[in-house]
């Protein structure tokens, strides 16, 4: 079954988010490829990836660390925190810009999602609470550990971390950053009413565990701007073995401590249907992005009607971008979408990354 995009859709339409004009509202969602260089460094095929797909009206980035030891849930994934980082990056924002595209990096400490045989370094997290998981590594496949409580005096400088990932990011020439509070990582954890047990100023109330990626907010407002940072939540998601008694307090602090900034966007990973979007929603008068979490050809139908009624400013959409570089042409063409490959996601080198057919490539070769 296919879907065909009228042109006067709404999700076609150019929406304004902060400081950045997208040319329709279908954004690409942030998808880690661990397909980047052992130093962290970006993949050489990265600028022809994220090029091929510079029709979305914005590509958030796959999840990049902040540091070294922000990193290490899964296997060759990039940073944005050393020179050679930010010039590849550079290059990545270049080659995306040449095709008229936008381009926000997403910005992730992993938290308690890491394995020390991948990052190298002791496994951190609000609480001494493993996600009972396992985790791909060089050595195999290997249970997530338990991981240390964050002392309160080691917060200050992940925030300190994240401001300078964001400056780095704008210095590459990126349009913007989103900070990635959801699925299961650092900050999505502190916001946990279960798996943030802390004492001090960053557990307990809602208000202290909105904290730490409220003080997040507010440094990488301070260093690029409102206008150039988005905020990606997905309350009440049990990705990363995740839990959450309250879904939407923690939330509910978080953004009523940031809705003043000036943000580009909230991105939310829901279904619309739910009562926790219907309150995100009600909290945010200020542009949505939504990721429903399954974009398949018929479910545009939906999120065309979100973006005619102003529920939305746009649709985020991982997977169909990922196997279809032209995505916004084959909807509006009514074509067929290709299948996403599973079992190349996180596989390395080209296939499954930069060789998925356009539909002209798709007819030439069937002619
Ligand atoms: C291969 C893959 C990698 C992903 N990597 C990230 C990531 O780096 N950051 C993030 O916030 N979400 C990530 N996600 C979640 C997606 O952004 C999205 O929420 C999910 O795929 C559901 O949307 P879709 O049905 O449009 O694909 C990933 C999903 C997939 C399938």
Redesign the pocket.
């Known amino acids: 079954m296919t879907f065909t995009l009228a042109e006067d859709s709404a999700l076609l339409q150019a929406v304004t988010i902060g400081e950045t004009v997208a040319a329709n509202r279908i954004f690409m969602?942030?998808?880690?490829?661990s397909r980047a260089q052992a130093d962290g460094t970006p993949s050489d095929l990265a600028a022809e990836y994220y090029s091929q797909r510079g029709a979305a009206g914005v590509i958030i980035t796959?999840?990049t660390a902040i540091s070294a030891e922000a990193n290490g849930a899964y296997m060759n994934t990039p940073g944005i925190y050393t020179d050679r980082h930010q010039a590849k990056w550079a290059e990545i924002a270049d080659a995306v810009h040449a095709t008229g595209g936008r381009m926000f990096v997403?910005l992730w400490h992993v938290g308690r999602m890491a394995h020390p045989e991948i990052s190298g370094v002791e496994v951190v997290g609000p609480s001494a609470i493993a996600a009972d998981m396992t985790t791909h590594t060089p050595s195999g496949k290997q249970p997530l550990p338990v991981p240390r409580a964050l002392q309160t005096a080691e917060i200050a400088p992940i925030v300190e971390q994240f401001r300078a990932a964001a400056r780095r990011a704008i210095d590459a020439g990126m349009d913007g950053v989103e900070i990635?509070s959801?699925?299961g990582y650092l900050l999505h954890e502190f916001l946990s009413d279960v798996v943030n047990q802390r004492i001090d100023a960053y557990g307990g109330s809602a208000e202290n565990r909105a904290r730490l990626a409220a003080e997040v907010i507010e440094a990488v407002v301070a260093e690029v701007g409102g206008g150039r940072v988005g905020l990606?939540i997905s309350p009440g998601n049990p990705a990363g073995d995740m839990h959450e008694i309250d879904t939407v307090g923690a939330y509910e602090a978080l953004l009523h401590r940031v809705g003043g900034l000036g943000l580009a966007y909230l991105h939310v990973?829901a279904d619309p249907a739910t009562p926790e979007f219907g309150v995100i929603r009600s909290l945010w008068p200020q542009t949505l992005v939504l990721?429903?979490?399954?974009?398949t050809d018929t479910s545009f139908c939906q999120l065309e009607e979100l973006a005619e009624w102003g529920v939305i400013g746009a649709a985020?959409?991982?997977?169909?971008f990922?196997a279809n570089p032209d995505l916004i042409d084959r909807l509006t063409a009514g074509a067929e979408l290709n299948v996403p490959d599973e079992t190349t996601?996180?596989a390395p080198g080209p296939v499954g990354y930069i060789d998925y057919p356009t539909l002209a490539e798709f007819e030439l070769k069937s002619a």
């Open positions: 969602a942030p998808l880690t490829r796959e999840a997403q990635h959801a699925n990606r990973v990721n429903t979490g399954r974009a985020a959409v991982g997977r169909a990922l996601f996180y």
